[in-house]
Every structure is written in structure tokens, then in C-alpha cells.
């Protein structure tokens, strides 16, 4: 399989060692059907609504302790945006936020607004609490596109699109990177939860055939001091050691306070994308910090990738407010794909001459046509393309991509995908 450069106009190359699927070229999209955020023909502003609205929310906690505004006030950017711009295929997009305040009832709050509202779409918002929300977007035949996949029902309901493979992609693909890296010996620093659970499942599928010894760091949710969990991760520091970490951004942030005191001279350290990101490796000392060298898997190419040019325009744009949203952040770059896939999707029901609703956004999704935005490999949830797993078989972007820690910013460790998902299914890694 071939590898390309990465470009606003291209796919994200796929690794060449993965030969699962061919991958056709994204350029066919971009010229069949123009970014949502380039000129449009369709005319002013005020020409933007004479088809009527097209109302979408975006929903993420703020105010709390897993706060991610920039995913709300990305989509609004990107509201504002369009709107400027001659709106979406002739429709004014109305953008509506809300703050889930990380919280059962904050989520089922902001379902129900959407559903009030009548959002043909809830895109790419970030809630754990999935069993709350998705009840309420299901009864009122609401597709949640690009959720950040941090529940099981976002794998799960038939109404469900996530754009990436949420944490279980995530913990198998550090396993991968950290058996290539020639670890000997791997800790795994996890929330001690029911979800931290299933992560230990899935990073024992990537290591086993490796037989690569597995220790489980059970660490709290929430903590000021991990010198006990990062004692217990680091063991014997020895040669062939290796510590990944899974916990989010601020907990992460703490547990490398204690790592970085302790100074192991041969344990390396890894971690996946939302618990390491790059303003966690600037606020941990960059190039000097424990994080030099660290190894990272994530959905997407790193943020210095110009498959984010277009985020970064917008993001530069006066149409933020003159708030700063962080392009590095995954919920941030998880919102611009979901929105993407909206643009993709209304451009597609328009040239068939369908009305964009609910459920022709929903049935288009579900007719088994690839929707191919050029930012990751196409995406497809029809029933063939479905991962054959009782728990999750709405996780269909199975790829994810490994970065290192180099000169203090994270870099490409190598070019393209990789396709995990013998991980997920507990298979046998390809030949």
C-alpha cells in the first residue's frame, strides 16, 4: 500500500506495513464537493437562510475539572463562518451550544435542548454520560455525529457516528507502538472505573502476542499526588521498562509531577492522545520535562499537520471572538471532523435534491456510502463495515497514528495510519 503526503487536498497516508484496505483518493471529495469554509457561490449572509435553518448543537463541560470549551466555541466559529460565507448549501447553520457540566443530568439537559430545538444533528460533542444522553437523542431521532467516545453507547446505538475509536483505539494502539518500541515490560496507569477496566482488556490483546509482561496501576480519577501510582508503574527501572498512561489531561499533568521526582534513568513513558497533548507537554517543561522522547498514540496526524489548515484558518479567524482555541486539543480537532462530515453529508442530500433532516441524515449514514473528508481514512457505518463486536459496533475508524515527543513538540514518529482493528476484535495480528 502506498503512503502519500499529507495536504489539505489528500487522505493522512496510510503505513505501509497495514494492507488491510486499499484507501481510494480523498481529492475526489474535495473536488466534488468544495469545504464548508471556502468562498461560497450561494451569496451574502442574508441570502443564507432562504431555505430555512439548519440547526445543530455541539455540547462539552465547562466550569468543572474535565472542562473542553474549545469544542463549543469551535462550533460556533464554524457557525459564524458559514454563515459569512453564503451559509450551507443555501441553509443558515445555527449553531447551538450547551454546558454539559459533566454531569448525568447536565448531558440529559443538553439531549433535550437539542431535541426542543430540533437539531438534525448533535456534532462532535464531548459527555461520559452516554446512557443519559443518547435515550433522549434516540427518541427524537437525533444522530450524534463524532461524539468524543467516551461511553459505551456512542459505540453502541443505532443512532450513534463517532469519527474516531474513542480510548479502546487509543490503549490498543500505545500497546502496538510500545511492542515496535521494544518494550519488555509495560504499566498501565488507568482510572480505577469500569471503563479503566476495559482498557486493561484491550492493551492485553496488543501485547499478548508479543508476550510482553502486563502490570495494571489502578490510580484515582482525581489526584494532587501520584508518587505512590508512579512508584508502583516504574517498578524496578530496568532496561526494557515501559509506562503508559491513561488517565486525562489534568490527572496525567500530576502523575508526571511525581514521575518526573522520581527520575527513572530506564523507564520509558508513553501515553495516548486527550491524556498528553501538546499543551500538556509545554506545561510539563516541553524538550526538559518527563514527557522528551514520550511516545503518543492518537486518532488524527499531530497539530503542526497541514491536514488542519483549514482548522487553523477558522480558528485565526474573527469569527472566534477573539478567544484562543487550542488546535492541538483532540476535542477541538474531533469537533472539525464531525463537522466535516456534516458538510459532506448536507452537500451529498442536496445534489440527490433531499430535504437535510434528521433522518435523511441518518439514513444516508446508514446506506453503507463511504463519507470521505480527507482529515481521516473514509468512514462508513453501513452494515458490512460494522466491527463485529456486541459492545461496539458503531467504532468503524479502527486507524490511529503514532507520535514521539521530539525537540519539545509532538511530531509524526512515523508517516500514515495504522489499522488496529484486530485489536478490537481480539483477533491475530496481519501478516
Known sequence: MTSRRDSPQERPPIARRQRRRPIAAAATAAVLFPTLFSASACGGPADASTSGDLTVMTWAPSGTGTDRPGMTELAEAIGKDVNLKGGLNGHRLRVLTCNEHNSAEGAKACAQQAADAKAVAVIGSYSQYGDDFMPVLERAGIPLIGGYGLSQPEFSSPLSYPVDGGMPALIGGSGRQLVEAGCKAISLVRPDTPSGDNLLGYLATALKPAGIKLLDVKAPEQSTDYAQVARKAIGKDEPGNCVTSALAAQPTGNLLDSYRRLAPKNTRIASVIGSVQQSVVDATGGDSGPLAGAMVTSWYPPESAKTWDGLRAVVRADTTGGRTIDVSDPGVQTTWVSYEVFRVLAEKLTAAGKEITSKSVAALLDSGESIDVGLVPPLNWGP????????????????????????????????????????????????
Do not use: C
Not at 461496539?392 to 514521539?404: A, C, E, G, K, M
Not at 512515523?414 to 483477533?427: H, P, S
Open 384 to 431: 458490512t463495515n460494522m466491527l463485529p463486536s456486541t459492545e461496539s459496533p458503531r467504532l468503524v475508524n479502527t486507524w490511529i497514528t503514532y507520535q514521539v515527543v521530539k525537540g519539545g513538540r509532538m511530531t509524526q514518529q512515523q508517516n500514515g495510519f495504522v489499522d488496529i482493528r484486530w485489536v478490537l476484535t481480539k483477533g491475530r495480528p496481519p501478516a
